[in-house]
């Protein structure tokens, strides 16, 4: 199993990046509908206000909630819980984590997913079982996490 972050679906919207746009489309186009792949709420959440306030151009709030509505069709949407927000709080505590950064490392923790696929840990570290991988690195492989 593996959990998205935020940013690869947002890159596929950001043209400012054409390179990370290019893969997270194929990223998010391979991963379509597999039962495997799993989504926190705060993704979507963080999508709605980056894609509507920090991509150019922005998406209106129409386009911006279709996309939800189609990625929570395509992935099964995990809850925060109070749970995942008192492990991200450790998270925080112990391994000095930003909080919403620990909050994906919890979700993914929690609900026994191994692989998180984001840009924003260090490509390949590993926490408490927890593996990070960045999908817009030269050498990614999506087969090899999906294995």
Not at 78 to 89: M, R, S
Not at 94 to 110: G, H, K, M, P, V
């Given at each position: 199993?593996?959990?998205?972050?935020?940013?690869?679906?947002?890159?596929?919207?950001?043209?400012?990046?054409?390179?990370?746009?290019?893969?997270?489309?194929?990223?998010?186009?391979?991963?379509?509908?597999?039962?495997?792949?799993?989504?926190?709420?705060?993704?979507?959440?963080?999508?709605?206000?980056?894609?509507?306030?920090?991509?150019?151009?922005?998406l209106?709030?129409?386009q911006?909630?279709?996309?939800?509505?189609?990625?929570?069709?395509?992935?099964?949407v995990?809850?925060?819980?109070?749970?995942?927000?008192?492990?991200?709080?450790r998270?925080?505590?112990?391994?000095?984590?930003?909080?919403?950064?620990?909050?994906?490392?919890?979700?993914?923790?929690?609900?026994?997913?191994?692989?998180?696929?984001?840009?924003?840990?260090?490509?390949?570290?590993?926490?408490?079982?927890?593996?990070f991988?960045?999908?817009?690195?030269?050498?990614?492989?999506?087969?090899?996490?999906?294995?």
């Open positions: 199993m593996v959990l998205l972050d935020t940013n690869v679906l947002v890159y596929a919207h950001d043209r400012r990046a054409p390179a990370k746009q290019l893969r997270a489309t194929q990223v998010l186009s391979q991963l379509h509908g597999d039962s495997r792949c799993k989504l926190p709420a705060q993704v979507l959440a963080e999508f709605l206000t980056v894609t509507t306030r920090g991509v150019r151009p922005p209106t709030m129409a911006a909630r279709s996309q939800i509505e189609s990625f929570a069709q395509s992935w099964e995990l809850n925060t819980t109070a749970w995942i927000v008192q492990e991200a709080a998270g925080v505590q112990e391994y000095r984590l930003a909080y919403y950064d620990a909050q994906i490392w919890a979700s993914a923790r929690l609900n026994q997913i191994p692989v998180v696929l984001s840009e924003d840990f260090s490509d390949g570290a590993s926490l408490e079982g927890v593996r991988v960045n999908p817009f690195s030269a050498n990614f492989e999506l087969a090899q996490w999906l294995g």
